[in-house]
């Protein structure tokens, strides 16, 4: 090598790429000439002279503030994005007989008990959605940041929620938030829990994405909401401003309550109003909005932003990977037995808490079904403290069961919550199943 | 004799982090995973430009909003990191024109109104003097140093988030490492 072309390519020297063929070769001239090496030198030196005395690094929550940060302004793009469509002639002329109809049905539409506007919307709705080949939701939803798809709370920010179905001979969809994802390939559902690495497969209908997976078919709110206005659950009316029809139906909150624990924590165990809003033009669904009532508040804690329908879908939407060290779901009937069974509700809450204080985790591992404790459950309950254990309740919609407990956590933070533990699974075994 | 690269910048290679290939976020929990991936690296190159870790982390998030919010217009962009380098850059330049207008609207001798200092050798005051330094090469070499040094990133992502080849690149380094070899050998003897 000349010193010329040792020069030429002495930026080599300071890549971050991988020491190359001619980087070994530049080095072994270095070695021999000590004019290059100089050079050398007082490049390295120059290069010094402008690196920053540290790295910083971002904040312990920036990802959660950039997170809300797009939130808000996913809203406000949707609040500033026209709603008004064009529509082909012939299209809206065949259209417009239709908004007629319900037009003249509007004066009917106390209730749905009876109701030709709502029957004529929804079977237009139903032949509007048949031609439908996807659909993708951009929505948002208050809820605690990584929670699953039901919990809602009007306290929390907007979190978003995304969800894909392709139809077809074999449906498929995904559902995601920031903390985890569904994936439904056709024949199979995973849920994933990217924080903790955790993966729960289960069947076509695994329930992992509770009350949000009717959303995924159109045509399936329309006919429950129809269904439960018939039934007398809910008060439905419809109303038309220009080119947008707009059906509200209000619901009481389901499952008995014993005190307010589980109250207004999803949407359907809290009173809450739907508004559902339909192109006239289309009878497609273009938005929705659920309202919680809370005593005197008013408060949206689910929004659709938009309803993207026959958008090509990629393949690889309806697959999940999962990490090589992923943590699996056992079911209770495999569950290891290594300790005795719990035979109560608080059984199972004693093994869980007790087994967290002592940092056992083949005892938590009892009422836990994985196939290991994940290190950010370790880290947060290892070591706590427990102060107290209530007696079992059950509130709401939930088949399980809440046991209260109050924990001094390691770091010295104190806790009183109700973990949920249930046993309805074939091998009626007791399992932690939330609220630690 | 063996030749290694210095040990400042060799120990911030070692903690370089994979590199965010693949395609841009198209959803909000591939765009959770960009910003779990990134974030301190940008972070830390916006703040070499501007020194105060708040601005940094403003013009960062902004960036990265954008990002998500345009990403069916970058739908084809494979190399993600480097062009949110680029972004970074860009918006960080923004600021500093916008902090130099302000300046000169308010007081133009009162010193910039940056993150406290902790002393002569603070780190932010060492920013301060390498900006002025790096101020002094023609703006192309300033921005091929940048992005090595602050943004630790290969020539190859250099070029790809500045739009020309790599050779172009590692020119634009060595000239302007040979530049400031000879403003810093200039002060020496001041």
């Not at chain 2, 020539?155 to 020119?171: H, R």
Request: aromatic content about 8%; glycine content about 8%; charged content about 25%.
């Amino acid at each position: 090598m000349t010193c010329r072309s040792a020069r030429r390519q002495m930026a080599d020297l300071f890549d971050s790429a991988g020491v190359t063929d001619a980087g070994a070769e530049l080095r072994a001239h270095l070695g021999l000439c000590g004019a290059c090496a100089t050079e050398f030198r007082g490049a390295r030196d120059a290069l010094a002279s402008v690196e920053p005395l540290q790295r910083v690094r971002a904040s312990l929550d920036f990802k959660e503030r950039t997170m809300n940060k797009l939130a808000e302004q996913l809203s406000a793009v949707q609040t500033a994005r026209p709603r008004v469509r064009t529509t082909p002639f012939r299209r809206l002329a065949f259209m417009v007989g239709a908004v007629v109809a319900l037009v003249l049905a509007l004066p009917y539409l106390g209730t749905l008990r009876t109701n030709h506007g709502a029957v004529t919307l929804l079977a237009q709705s139903v032949q509007a959605m048949s031609g439908i080949q996807s659909v993708h939701i951009l929505a948002r939803m208050r809820t605690h940041r990584g929670d699953n798809f039901e919990f809602i709370g009007a306290e929390y920010d907007f979190q978003p929620v995304e969800m894909w179905k392709e139809f077809g001979a074999m449906p498929r969809w995904r559902v995601e938030n920031p903390g985890r994802v569904v994936v439904m390939d056709g024949t199979q559902s995973t849920l994933f829990l990217r924080k903790s690495k955790e993966a729960v497969r289960g069947g076509r209908n695994a329930g992992f994405v509770e009350w949000l997976g009717p959303l995924l078919d159109p045509e399936q709110v329309l006919t429950a909401e129809l269904k439960a206005a018939q039934k007398g659950e809910s008060r439905a009316s419809l109303r038309r401003e220009g080119g947008r029809i707009t059906l509200t139906a209000s619901r009481k909150a389901q499952g008995d309550f014993v005190n307010d624990w589980g109250r207004n924590s999803s949407v359907p165990e809290s009173d809450h109003t739907r508004v559902y809003q339909f192109d006239a033009a289309t009878n497609r669904l273009t938005g929705m909005q659920v309202i919680l009532h809370d005593g005197g508040k008013d408060v949206v804690v689910f929004e659709i932003d938009d309803i993207r329908y026959n958008e090509p879908l990629a393949p690889e939407l309806f697959t999940v990977a999962l990490p090589d060290d992923v943590i699996r779901d056992v079911p209770p009937e495999v569950m290891p037995v290594n300790r005795p069974i719990p035979a109560t509700a608080r059984d199972a809450a004693v093994t869980f808490l007790e087994g967290m204080a002592h940092r056992d985790w083949d005892q938590v591992l009892m009422v836990y079904r994985a196939t290991a404790i994940p290190e950010g459950l370790k880290m947060y309950g290892g070591g706590l403290r427990v102060i107290s254990i209530g007696e079992p309740f059950q509130s709401g919609l939930y088949d399980g069961w809440y046991v209260p407990y109050e924990i001094l956590l390691a770091d010295g933070t104190r806790k009183k919550l109700n973990l949920a533990v249930r046993n309805d699974n074939p091998a009626h075994r007791w399992v932690q199943d939330g609220g630690f | 004799m063996g030749w290694t690269m210095p040990l400042t910048l060799q120990a911030t290679l070692e903690a370089e982090p994979v590199d965010t290939a693949g395609r841009w976020p198209q959803s909000p929990a591939e765009f959770e995973d960009l910003v779990e991936a990134v974030q301190d690296e940008l972070v830390h190159f916006a703040f070499c430009r501007l020194r105060s870790l708040e601005d940094a982390e403003d013009t960062v998030q902004e960036v990265l909003v954008r990002a998500y919010l345009e990403r069916e217009k970058r739908r084809a962009v494979t190399g993600v990191r480097p062009y949110l380098f680029r972004m970074v850059a860009n918006r960080c330049s923004d600021v500093l024109r916008q902090r130099q207008r302000a300046q000169r609207r308010r007081d133009p001798s009162a010193p910039a109104d940056l993150a406290a200092r902790i002393g002569p050798e603070s780190p932010v005051d060492r920013l301060e003097e390498i900006e002025r330094l790096l101020m002094r090469l023609p703006e192309r070499q300033a921005e091929a140093i940048r992005l090595r040094v602050f943004g630790c990133l290969p020539f190859a992502a250099i070029a790809e988030a500045v739009g020309v080849s790599l050779p172009t690149i590692k020119s634009r380094f060595c000239y302007g490492v040979e530049r400031l070899r000879g403003i810093l050998t200039q002060e020496a003897k001041l």
